[in-house]
């Protein structure tokens, strides 16, 4: 699995900003997708994940500190994972990065792909 990243930018404090995070291969949908983002010094810190079920269910999970401003959505379609961010502060300037997982993806726990990230910067 090959996943590249993009939508990363300069957006003023308040703004929004959409990562997209492209996949190749033929099984995307069965694979769980999700967003990391690591910031200058910092450790590669986990946003949110969706994880298959089976069939064509799904469920969204996020960590606690990123509820509320962060959504995460796939298009199996499109074999792509997005991340919609809302209510942007400076603090949220980092690397963004993509992940997938044959299996769930759980905070503290590896992934199986990386995707090269995507910088966010957020100005005061």
């Known amino acids: 699995v090959q996943l590249q990243a993009s939508g990363g930018g300069l957006v003023q404090a308040g703004g929004s900003l959409r990562l997209s995070c492209a996949a190749s291969g033929r099984t995307f949908s069965s694979y769980a997708m999700g967003w990391f983002r690591q910031a200058p010094g910092k450790e590669r810190d986990f946003i949110a994940a969706?994880?298959?079920?089976?069939?064509?269910?799904?469920?969204?999970y996020y960590a606690d500190s990123m509820k509320g401003r962060f959504t995460i959505s796939r298009d199996n379609a499109k074999n792509t994972v997005y991340l919609q961010m809302n209510g942007l502060k400076p603090e949220d300037t980092a690397v963004y990065y993509c992940?997938?997982?044959?299996?769930?993806?759980?905070?503290?726990?590896?992934?199986?792909?990386w995707g090269k990230g995507t910088q966010v910067t957020v100005s005061s």
């Open positions: 969706i994880n298959w079920t089976g069939g064509s269910t799904y469920y969204a």
């Open positions: 992940a997938a997982k044959r299996d769930r993806i759980v905070a503290g726990l590896p992934v199986d792909y």
